[in-house]
């Protein structure tokens, strides 16, 4: 998953049946952005949490700054 675009590999395809249901099409998504940036957004939260909390698990202290 990256910035530049959509991204249809198969862990986003079941990330994206899991959260709208439905399967995802790329046509669609390009007609409606949004749904795509919230996806983006949704799963990318998901992933950075994800990733803090092991981190975290193995040393407390350390601390994340995500961006730009």
Request: proline fraction near 4%; charged fraction near 20%; include cysteine.
């Amino acid at each position: 998953m990256n910035f530049a675009g959509l991204c249809t590999c198969q862990g986003c395809r079941n990330a994206y049946r899991k959260l709208y249901g439905r399967v995802m099409n790329v046509r669609r998504l390009q007609a409606n952005p949004r749904e795509w940036t919230v996806f983006f957004q949704t799963t990318w939260n998901r992933a950075m949490k994800r990733a803090v909390d092991a981190c975290h698990r193995i040393m407390p202290e350390v601390e994340f700054v995500f961006g730009p």
